[in-house]
Nanobody, 114 residues
Framework: QVQLVESGGDLVQPGGSLRLSCAVS????????MGWYRQAPGKQRDLVAT???????DYADSVKGRFTISRDNAKKTVYLQMDSLKPEDTAVYYC????????WGRGTQVTVSS
């Protein structure tokens, strides 16, 4: 069973940066297409970035040009570099398969506020 552990969330000022990490258990991580999701209070969980097994990436319009998803197959880890953060980026961030088929982890809280 795949387990997901997100980390790296914090309180940051507008314009700041954070790097989130997601450790993924499972021996065949390299073939998974992965994604980062976020859920703000009172809102649905949205997919914001994806990376295929081959390394192709895609982003929601709201984060395009500011967020970068990457992966390290040797470490079985997915990253989300977040730059030029805005208050509307405040949310709990989760990683999962890009189709959301794994059990969800606890997520990591990102708060953007002055």
């Amino acid at each position: 069973q795949v387990q997901l552990v997100e980390s790296g969330g914090d309180l940051v000022q507008p314009g700041g940066s954070l790097r989130l990490s997601c450790a993924v258990s499972g021996s065949i991580f390299s073939i998974y297409h992965m994604g980062w999701y976020r859920q703000a209070p009172g809102k649905q969980r949205d997919l914001v970035a994806t990376i295929t097994a081959g390394g192709s990436t895609d982003y929601a319009d709201s984060v395009k040009g500011r967020f970068t998803i990457s992966r390290d197959n040797a470490k079985k880890t997915v990253y989300l570099q977040m730059d030029s953060l805005k208050p509307e980026d405040t949310a709990v961030y989760y990683c999962n398969h890009k189709n959301g088929v794994f059990a969800w982890g606890r997520g990591t809280q990102v708060t953007v506020s002055s």
